[in-house]
């Protein structure tokens, strides 16, 4: 029960953010926008470091060369974000054209599309270390699991809102971008719990796992996320919302993991 809870932790983030669409009367004002995208991208770097990579890289110990699995695991976590960011049909907000193979895909599908796709590398992430934590890995506990969760359910929130927002001011309903905002976010608990089912098959595969889940979110942070904060030339909100989340975070994971 401890587990499941764990793994839909951060799908809540994106429920609660999503909401924001039913009670707020306007678009989200820029600024704001800007700092909560920094503060996402700061978390989920954060997170990639002390949450996933630097356990990778001391789970290596029996290897010839202690950091193969952790550079090739990250290597391939970069490449399969890559090749779906380059098959998916998907927009981002504010974006003025569709990214992936060409498609007929409403805008608000695209839309949503593109928040689905930067959630699997966080769920991912989510079940490959509570995968860790029933695999009974030193490296890995359940405060630092929960620690994990929470941290991305934090960021989840700001995207939930960015990804509703937009459909509201483009004509959607309310309640149609509120079950959007909902529906890209549901893949985080299905990546967690497909990420534990090929850990327990393949239990020596957790280092590898981890960097993997680490090189697919700084994949996201890197292509799209910053990019959309740092956009228009003004990224000064961008930039202290990324040191906070990247601080928080990593207060977070040394006090708790």
């Known amino acids: ?8 932790i951060p799908f809540l983030g994106t429920f609660a953010g999503a909401a924001c669409v039913l009670f707020m009367r306007n678009s989200m004002n820029k ?51 890559y090749g779906l960011d380059k098959l998916i049909p998907h927009i981002h907000p504010g974006g003025k054209r569709p990214e992936g193979v060409k498609s007929r895909l409403t805008k608000t599908t695209m839309l949503a599309l593109a928040v689905t796709l930067h959630n699997i ?11 860790g934590v029933l695999s009974g890995s030193q ?21 939930g809102a960015i990804i509703s927002m937009p459909m509201k001011s483009n004509g959607t309903g309310k309640r149609k971008a509120f079950a959007y905002g909902v529906l890209s976010g549901i893949v985080e608990p299905i990546g967690a719990f497909v990420t534990i089912l090929i850990t327990g098959v393949i239990e020596k595969a957790l280092p590898f796992l981890l960097a993997f889940a680490a090189g697919a979110m700084l994949f996201v942070v890197v292509e799209e996320l ?8 003004d990224s000064d909100g961008a930039t202290l919302g990324f040191a906070a989340g990247f601080l928080i975070m990593m207060i977070l994971d040394v006090a708790l993991g």
């Open 139 to 159: 490296e890995m506990t359940l405060a630092g699991a929960y620690t994990l969760a929470i941290g991305i359910a934090i960021q989840n929130f700001p995207e």
């Open 31 to 81: 600024l704001l926008e800007k700092v909560l995208l920094g503060f996402a991208s700061g978390v989920m770097v954060a997170a990639s470091v002390w949450s996933l990579l630097i356990p990778a890289i001391e789970m290596s110990d029996g290897y010839a060369l202690a950091f193969v699995p952790a550079a090739t695991g990250f290597a391939a976590g970069i490449g399969f974000l």
């Open 121 to 131: 590398p966080e769920g991912m992430a989510v079940g490959v270390v509570f995968a």
């Open 1 to 8: 029960m401890n587990i499941f809870f764990g793994l839909m």
């Open 226 to 233: 910053i990019p959309e904060a740092s956009g228009d030339g």
